[in-house]
Nanobody, 126 residues
Framework: QVQLVESGGGLVQAGGSLRLSCAAS????????MGWFRQAPGKEREFVAGMPWSTSIAYYADSVKGRFTISRDNAKNTVYLQMNSLKPEDTAVYYCAFAFTGTNWLSRLQYETDYWGQGTQVSVSS
């Protein structure tokens, strides 16, 4: 059974940084893409960043480009989201997600996600 466990959320002032972690277990993830989504109160869940497990290609939402960085540690089966220059509008519950890759890993991750973490709260004060 696949489990995704996020950690690293918290309260930070605007301009600060946080690093989220997502520890994955339950299977081999070499054929998966992983990413981060977020959901603010009263809003739809939105894609933040993603990358295939087997390459270093990454894709970011325009709202976080240049401030957030997704990375992974294959040996630890862990995905990270380094968030710098945080803004109050980044406040949300952040979710880790995995999707089995096909011909279009980004589309699969964004619209056919297979596994979700439980979420971790990130709050940015002004």
């Amino acid at each position: 059974q696949v489990q995704l466990v996020e950690s690293g959320g918290g309260l930070v002032q605007a301009g600060g940084s946080l690093r989220l972690s997502c520890a994955a277990s339950g299977r081999t993830f070499s054929s998966y893409a992983m990413g981060w989504f977020r959901q603010a109160p009263g809003k739809e869940r939105e894609f933040v960043a993603g990358m295939p497990w087997s390459t270093s290609i990454a894709y970011y939402a325009d709202s976080v480009k240049g401030r957030f960085t997704i990375s992974r540690d294959n040996a630890k089966n862990t995905v990270y989201l380094q968030m710098n220059s945080l803004k109050p509008e980044d406040t949300a519950v952040y979710y880790c997600a995995f999707a089995f890759t096909g011909t279009n890993w980004l589309s699969r991750l964004q619209y056919e996600t297979d596994y979700w973490g439980q979420g971790t709260q990130v709050s940015v004060s002004s």
